[in-house]
């Protein structure tokens, strides 16, 4: 069972950056894609980012295209979510996902995904 831990959430100004991050622990292979979801209340949980293990493939939301940069370290088993200009919008609960696929496919919808984290919260003021 893989465990999911993110971190790097917090308050900042409109304009500001953030980075966070997120820990895979137990066994994730090359077939193991992840991504970031994120949720505002009252909102439904909506895909950012995500990015395949094997190849470094990226696919991102068009509210966050230029704004927002994902990436992995393997060997750490870690993926990053940088996010820059920040704006109000962007306030919400930010959620790390993991799920193996069999190709270097992306998944974009959350019913995709199998592993979830607990959730780091930004706030972005104007």
């Known amino acids: 069972q893989v465990q999911l831990v993110e971190s790097g959430g917090g308050l900042v100004q409109a304009g500001g950056s953030l980075r966070l991050s997120c820990a895979a622990s137990?066994?994730?292979?090359?077939?193991?894609?992840m991504g970031w979801f994120r949720q505002a209340p009252g909102n439904e949980r909506e895909f950012v980012a995500g990015?395949?293990?094997?190849?470094?493939?990226?696919y991102y939301a068009d509210s966050v295209k230029g704004r927002f940069t994902i990436s992995r370290d393997n060997a750490k088993n870690t993926v990053y979510l940088q996010m820059n200009s920040l704006e109000p919008d962007d306030t919400a609960a930010y959620y790390c996902?993991?799920?193996?696929?069999?190709?270097?496919?992306?998944?974009?919808?959350?019913?995709?995904?199998?592993?979830w984290g607990q959730g780091t919260q930004v706030t972005v003021s104007s």
């Open positions: 990015i395949s293990r094997s190849r470094g493939r990226t």
């Open positions: 996902a993991g799920v193996y696929v069999y190709s270097d496919y992306v998944p974009t919808q959350a019913y995709e995904y199998r592993n």
């Open positions: 137990g066994r994730t292979d090359s077939s193991y894609a």
